[in-house]
C-alpha cells in the first residue's frame, strides 16, 4: 500500500539554528498537507501544497511540493523554542474522500 | 464553535471489556475521520465517513466499528478490547471531500491492561 516516509525521525538543534525535515511517498500525491503537534496535544494543520515544484512560505517556514509530486520539504529558518513538536506531512491521493496518509513524523527538540 | 469534541480525555480498559470513543463536531462538516496514534508513530487512519449513514474502512480497522447517524457524530466502538489497542485516538473532521485542513480532536488516551 502506498506510504509516506519522513527524514528524519528526531533533530535536536540549538536555538537560531536551520532546521529541515523531508518527505518521501512511494506514490504521486494529489496534494500534500503539514501539520505539526506539540507534546501531548493533537495535530494542527499548517499547510497545503497542490502544484507541481511549488513552495510557500510562513514567515520562518519554508514548505516545499517537488516536481514529481512524491516529495516534499518544510524548512525552519532560525529556530525558537516555540517550534518545538512533531510536525507531520500528510499526502492525499485525490478522489472523493480527502483522506491522507501520514508519514512517520519528525520530532524537533530546541534547546535554548 | 467548539470545533471537534471527543470523551473521554482517558480511559483504562481491562482486556475484553468494551468501550465507546465519542466524537463530536459542531462545524456542519461532512467528512469525519478516525485515526490511531501509537507512541512516536505517525496517525493510521481507522475509519471514516463522507456523510451521515455512510462509513468505510480505513488502513487499521479490525477490532473497531463505527456508525453515523447524524452529520455531528461520528462514534468509534471497541468491542473487546486488547492490548494492541493501547493508543491515543483522534477525531478529525473536513467539511468537503477535495484537499482541505482536517480539524483534530484533543485525542483520547486509551490503556487496555
Known amino acids: 500500500g502506498q506510504q509516506v516516509m519522513q527524514i528524519p525521525q528526531y533533530q535536536h538543534v540549538q536555538e537560531g539554528e536551520d532546521f529541515t525535515t523531508y518527505c518521501n511517498s512511494s506514490?504521486?500525491?494529489?496534494?500534500i498537507q503539514w501539520y505539526k503537534q506539540r507534546p501531548g496535544g493533537h495535530p494542527v494543520f499548517l499547510i497545503q501544497l497542490v502544484k507541481s515544484g511549488e513552495v510557500k512560505k510562513q514567515k520562518r517556514l519554508t514548505f516545499q511540493f517537488g516536481e514529481a509530486k512524491k516529495n516534499s520539504s518544510l524548512h525552519i529558518t532560525a529556530t525558537q523554542t516555540t517550534d518545538v513538536g512533531t510536525y507531520f506531512c500528510?499526502?492525499?491521493?485525490?478522489?472523493?474522500?480527502?483522506?491522507?496518509?501520514f508519514g512517520t513524523g519528525t520530532l524537533l527538540a530546541v534547546q535554548p | 464553535n467548539a470545533g471537534v469534541t471527543q470523551t473521554p480525555k482517558f480511559r483504562i480498559l481491562k482486556i475484553g471489556q468494551s468501550m465507546t470513543l465519542q466524537c463530536a463536531q459542531d462545524m456542519n462538516h461532512n467528512y469525519m475521520y478516525w485515526y490511531r496514534q501509537d507512541p512516536g508513530m505517525g496517525l493510521k487512519l481507522i475509519y471514516y465517513?463522507?456523510?451521515?449513514?455512510?462509513?468505510d474502512k480505513g488502513e487499521v480497522p479490525n477490532g473497531y466499528n463505527v456508525s453515523r447517524s447524524t452529520t455531528e457524530d461520528f462514534p468509534l466502538r471497541l468491542e473487546l478490547a486488547a492490548p494492541s489497542q493501547t493508543s491515543v485516538y483522534f477525531c478529525?473532521?473536513?467539511?468537503?471531500?477535495?484537499?482541505?485542513?482536517?480539524?483534530f480532536g484533543p485525542g483520547t488516551r486509551l490503556l487496555v491492561l
Open positions: 500528510a499526502g492525499g491521493g485525490g478522489g472523493a474522500t480527502n483522506k491522507l496518509i
Open positions: 478529525a473532521s473536513t467539511g468537503s471531500g477535495g484537499p482541505e485542513t482536517q480539524y
Open positions: 506514490t504521486t500525491l494529489s496534494n
Open positions: 465517513s463522507v456523510g451521515a449513514g455512510i462509513t
